[in-house]
């Protein structure tokens, strides 16, 4: 059999693999489960050989679930920083039900808030770093400009802050900002099935859905990469119900009327004021990234009041940093001389 047979067998018994082969196992880096909330989760993962005081607390979406950060062995940032020297606090917010329909975001900041101080208790630590990941960076911001706690870092992956335009569902968002769209359904429904929240997933990003059947059936070959693209498709398709009010205040609030970055949005009766942001920031965004494009969140860099504050624009896709297994050079630095 000659090479180019070899590898068309190779590539079909890859595609018959992702049908017959079990599941892989996802989330495998060692933790502990160190505090609870409702259905929101505190996880410790403590760094195998400790080198900073400093711990990393993350913050995931509330749209999928979380294990992107802990897909699979060699393929986690969570065991990446941990072998870096950093103890890691994840607060994963689980999977709501119906009776989290009323839930808000102003619940989630104060989930958030209750979470970081048991961080720092836990981690015996007077400072803290916040890294969010998408939406999860967009309620770390939330909770910066209003938080009573100190935080030192704030490292933000693509977090999607400014909503004066969009790049897709043009219509959509016309008729959105002008108040022609029934927000009322949500009130109805209470809560937005992990079906619908993937079907509205795939109406953003539908050309990526198909480009990855194709990505795939030119690697099928590898056993590696078929088994990187399976976790992927995975954790792609899982996506978690959405408390309808939560969802609702989102869309009206921050997407509709631009709140956030327009610092006029209130949670808690506080006034989310960005200039009140001191910590130390760090917002990354990807070249490729058909969801949060850059102009989504650069514009926050002109309204925080961080004296120490950078934007890295770097190659690659939505989650990229979260597929590669290690930390970026320039993250892994960023964070080494702010620990």
Known sequence: ??????????????????????????????????????????????????????????????????????????????????????????????????????IKLDDYIRTIEKAVKRAKIHANSTDISVIGYCLGGTLAVMHAAITKESIKNLVLLAPPINFTDSPFLKKWFKDLKNHDLNMELLDDYGIVPAKVMEWMMRLVVSPLTYSSYLSLFHRANDPAAVRKWRLFNQWVKGHVPFSGAALKQFITEVIRDNKLIKSQLILNRNDVLLSRIQANLLVISTTGDDLVPEFFTKPLMNEVSSQDKTYKLVKGGHVTLAMTGEIPDFLSEWLRVRS
Request: charged share 25%; no cysteine.
């Open 1 to 102: 059999m000659d090479e180019k047979q070899d590898k068309g067998t190779n590539r079909w018994e890859g595609i018959r693999s992702i049908f017959l082969d079990p599941v892989p196992k996802v989330g495998q880096t060692n933790k502990e489960t160190i505090w609870k909330l409702n259905k929101s989760t505190l996880f410790y993962y403590p760094s195998p050989n400790k080198q900073y005081n400093t711990p990393l607390f993350l913050i995931y979406s509330l749209i999928n679930e979380s294990y992107i950060l802990d897909l699979h062995p060699g393929i986690s940032m969570i065991e990446a920083y941990g072998k870096e020297g950093y103890d890691v606090y994840l607060l994963d917010f689980g999977k709501v039900g119906y009776e989290d329909k009323d």
